[in-house]
């Protein structure tokens, strides 16, 4: 059974950083492209990001491009998120998941998600 558990996430203010974890089981992790992805409140799904599985490749939307950096350790199935400078635009909640492959559609790409973690940036 696959799974995914993040942690990381919490209430932080504006310019602040986070780091988001995720640790996978239950699947071959370096196979899997893997991404973040976060919802806010009456809003849609939204890809942050994500990086192939051998980690040569990363995608970011221009709304996290240069705020975010995602990482992966295939010896350890983890993912993180490192996120500076964070904006109240940035309170949702943030899910881990293993994508079909990593570019901008990856929201359209998932197979397996997490249950998330919640980010809150105050003004």
């Known amino acids: 059974q696959v799974q995914m558990v993040e942690s990381g996430g919490g209430s932080v203010q504006a310019g602040g950083s986070l780091r988001l974890s995720c640790t996978a089981s239950?699947?071959?992790?370096?196979?899997?492209?893997m991404g973040w992805l976060r919802q806010a409140p009456g809003k849609e799904l939204e890809g942050v990001s994500c990086?192939?599985?051998?980690?040569?490749?990363?995608y970011y939307p221009d709304s996290v491009k240069g705020r975010f950096t995602i990482s992966r350790d295939n010896a350890k199935n983890t993912l993180s998120l490192q996120m500076s400078s964070l904006k109240p635009e940035d309170t949702a909640m943030y899910y881990c998941a293993a994508l079909l492959y990593c570019s901008v559609h990856l929201t359209t790409a998932m197979i397996y998600r997490g249950q998330g973690t919640q980010v809150t940036v105050s003004s």
């Open positions: 239950g699947l071959t992790f370096g196979d899997y492209s």
């Open positions: 990086v192939t599985g051998d980690s040569r490749r990363t």
